[in-house]
């Protein structure tokens, strides 16, 4: 069934002024003229979602003067809320919009994340839940200290509070939802923790990926500091470490389900370390499986692609060479 998508763009960022006073948040830069929103419609694009609906309000007008009403191959509709009341509300008018019933994932318009939206998406589609929420481990907002009888023996910043899970802003239902009696206020704070009485509420999670919702200055300043050399792929990402005159270090990560573009190098000769996750590089001929700690070497003129099975992430050391890529089959709209 075909999958729309829905942004909540209508919040007013009131911790985000004086920038937001004449900026929506969603159109907030998290690199050079690469918005959160941009950010987000990419990730929809890549996942199959090619129709998106965004509940906007406050500054709408300058959502759609960017957007239009077709993005990079992704078709936009705009719902405008007149007055402001509450994220259920938004959803409602953007339910009402829609004229035949539809699978939909709907986000929140700040958050800024590497979530597999595609699998994501599969995942409620398959389970027998009419309701799917994307949850990420929770980061402690202050570092902690160890005890050890009477003794503090250590101190950690700020770390994963592995078993403690928040709300990631994500949602998949398998159908429009009818909200009954319930008309305005927040759907995190209404409708969720109704459902999830009446055991109707799944989740959906990835441990150890990028989530940040951008709600301060400070989160800001965090997402742009995680852009300064990352650039989003149809895949996952790439984010440059280490460029001398002599050798290159990359960061890749790319999502289960997805695959680099076919393709060789003239001049880089490269060697991969798979840090974790799992897949397989795909060569003319064969397949090379890899897993965690596994490294890969591929030299020059050797036609290849990466195959995630799972979400994988890789180092790889390689001569100098940025731009040395040609293309023999590329397997996503760019």
Same mark, same amino acid.
């Given at each position: 069934?075909? $999958?729309?998508?829905?942004?909540?763009?209508?919040?007013?960022?009131?911790?985000?002024?004086?920038?937001?006073?004449?900026?929506?948040?969603?159109?907030?830069?998290?690199?050079?003229?690469?918005?959160?929103? %941009?950010?987000?419609?990419?990730?929809? *694009?890549?996942?199959?979602?090619?129709?998106? !609906? &965004?509940?906007?309000?406050?500054?709408?007008?300058?959502?759609?003067?960017?957007?239009?009403?077709?993005?990079?191959?992704?078709?936009?509709?705009?719902?405008?809320?007149?007055?402001?009341?509450?994220?259920?509300?938004?959803?409602?008018?953007?339910?009402?919009?829609?004229?035949?019933?539809?699978?939909?994932?709907?986000?929140?318009?700040?958050?800024?994340? %590497?979530?597999?939206?595609?699998?994501?998406?599969?995942?409620?589609?398959?389970?027998?839940?009419?309701?799917?929420?994307?949850? $990420?481990?929770?980061?402690?907002?202050?570092?902690?200290?160890?005890?050890?009888?009477?003794?503090?023996?250590?101190?950690?910043?700020?770390?994963?509070?592995?078993?403690?899970?928040?709300?990631?802003?994500?949602?998949? #239902?398998?159908?429009?939802?009818?909200?009954?009696?319930?008309?305005?206020?927040?759907?995190?704070?209404?409708?969720?923790?109704?459902?999830?009485?009446?055991?109707? &509420?799944?989740?959906?999670?990835?441990?150890?990926?990028?989530?940040?919702?951008?709600?301060?200055? =400070?989160?800001?300043?965090?997402?742009?500091?995680?852009?300064?050399?990352?650039?989003? *792929?149809?895949?996952?990402?790439?984010?440059?470490?280490?460029?001398?005159?002599?050798?290159?270090? =990359?960061?890749?990560?790319?999502?289960?389900?997805? *695959?680099?573009?076919?393709? !060789?190098?003239?001049?880089?000769?490269? #060697?991969?370390?798979?840090?974790?996750?799992?897949?397989?590089?795909?060569?003319?001929?064969?397949?090379?499986?890899?897993? *965690?700690?596994?490294?890969?070497?591929?030299?020059?003129?050797?036609?290849?692609?990466?195959?995630?099975?799972?979400?994988?992430?890789?180092?790889?050391?390689? #001569?100098? !060479?940025?731009?040395? #890529?040609?293309?023999?089959?590329?397997?996503?709209?760019?």
């Amino acid at each position: 069934m075909e $999958t729309v998508g829905m942004i909540l763009c209508g919040g007013f960022g009131k911790r985000l002024r004086p920038v937001t006073e004449t900026v929506p948040k969603p159109l907030i830069e998290i690199n050079d003229d690469y918005t959160i929103l %941009d950010k987000q419609l990419f990730d929809f *694009k890549n996942a199959g979602v090619d129709e998106v !609906y &965004l509940l906007a309000g406050f500054l709408h007008e300058k959502i759609e003067e960017r957007y239009g009403d077709e993005y990079k191959g992704v078709k936009i509709h705009y719902v405008i809320e007149d007055e402001p009341l509450g994220t259920l509300n938004a959803i409602r008018l953007g339910m009402e919009a829609i004229d035949v019933d539809k699978q939909l994932i709907i986000r929140n318009g700040d958050i800024v994340s %590497d979530v597999n939206i595609k699998a994501m998406i599969d995942y409620g589609a398959k389970s027998s839940l009419p309701v799917i929420m994307f949850i $990420t481990q929770m980061q402690s907002p202050y570092g902690i200290v160890e005890i050890n009888g009477d003794r503090l023996v250590s101190f950690k910043e700020k770390p994963i509070l592995e078993d403690y899970y928040i709300n990631g802003g994500i949602y998949f #239902t398998k159908s429009k939802i009818d909200f009954g009696e319930f008309k305005t206020g927040d759907i995190e704070k209404i409708y969720f923790p109704t459902i999830a009485k009446e055991n109707n &509420l799944g989740y959906y999670k990835e441990n150890g990926i990028y989530w940040i919702a951008v709600d301060t200055y =400070k989160e800001l300043e965090a997402v742009k500091k995680e852009y300064e050399n990352k650039t989003d *792929k149809p895949w996952g990402y790439e984010k440059i470490l280490i460029l001398t005159e002599k050798y290159l270090t =990359k960061e890749l990560y790319i999502k289960e389900g997805f *695959k680099t573009s076919f393709h !060789y190098h003239n001049e880089k000769d490269e #060697t991969m370390y798979i840090l974790s996750g799992s897949g397989y590089i795909k060569f003319e001929d064969r397949k090379e499986y890899f897993s *965690k700690n596994d490294s890969i070497r591929i030299q020059p003129g050797v036609v290849h692609s990466i195959v995630a099975t799972e979400n994988t992430l890789l180092h790889e050391v390689s #001569t100098p !060479y940025l731009d040395d #890529t040609v293309y023999i089959e590329d397997y996503y709209v760019r």
